[in-house]
């Protein structure tokens, strides 16, 4: 069964800290995704990556950075919290298959800042 | 970047009636697929439809897609209190990266 995991459910954290956000999957994925998911705006890109080490901003990747050291893993860190972060965190994974590139999602995290 | 736009945003029915949810998007795609989120948890990856196909089934699902309209639909038949959630269209216009979602429209299916 294929398999997205994300690090936390619900986390909460001050502004000004720096927040780390872990996301695994075991399918041997070349893609993975942030999104950001709001109430009525849907799910917003932030980053994406292709490869190990390679990334691409997204829709919205201003406060936000994102690490690949290994394939299976794409971190998304958050320099320094501000409140207007809090949010639902969802990351997901793809394979580039041309036609069918389903995305697989986490079970997303929802963060608050305070 | 928001392609798809979901209609209507919220919709209310009883269990065993059909729901019909639709999605419109701006530019050409390869790909539309429909996913759906159960309350607080991740995107389920439902069907995709390919940018040549008009019309795909799947179980009690059916989506259409017209291109010269640039909208899909999805259809639910009989449907059921477990089809509570919110559905979501996502299009491809890049060939296998990325996909932009809509807004998505709420479901809830009433016992």
């Known amino acids: 069964d294929v398999k997205v995991t994300q690090s936390s459910r619900y986390l909460v954290k001050r502004t000004g800290e720096k927040v780390f956000l872990e996301c695994v999957q075991d399918?041997?994925?070349?893609?993975m995704f942030w999104y950001r998911q709001d109430p009525g705006l849907g799910l917003r890109l932030i980053y994406f990556?292709?490869?190990?080490?390679?990334?691409e901003k997204g829709d919205i990747p201003e406060g936000y950075s994102v690490s690949r050291e290994k394939k299976e893993r794409f971190s998304l860190i958050l320099e320094s919290a501000s409140t207007n972060q809090t949010s639902m965190y969802l990351c997901?994974?793809?394979?580039?298959?041309?036609?069918?590139?389903?995305?697989?999602f986490g079970p997303g995290t929802r963060l608050t800042v305070l | 970047s928001q392609q798809g736009e979901e209609d209507p945003q919220a919709l209310s029915i009883q269990e065993g009636e059909n729901a019909t949810m639709n999605c419109s998007y701006k530019?050409?795609?390869?790909?539309l697929q429909w996913y759906r989120q159960n309350s607080g948890r991740g995107l389920v990856h439902l069907i995709l439809?390919?940018?040549?196909?008009r019309e795909k089934h799947s179980g009690r699902l059916r989506v259409t897609l017209d291109t010269s309209k640039k909208s899909s639909s999805l259809l639910i038949t009989a449907s059921r209190a477990a089809d509570t959630a919110s559905y979501f269209c996502?299009?491809?216009?890049?060939?296998?990266?990325?996909?932009?979602f809509g807004a998505g429209t709420i479901l809830r299916v009433k016992s």
């Open positions: 997901a994974s793809s394979s580039p298959s041309g036609f069918y590139n389903e995305q697989f």
């Open positions: 990556s292709y490869d190990v080490k390679m990334k």
């Open positions: 996502a299009t491809d216009a890049t060939y296998g990266n990325k996909l932009v």
């Open positions: 530019t050409s795609i390869n790909n």
């Open positions: 439809i390919r940018s040549n196909e």
């Open positions: 399918m041997d994925h070349e893609n």
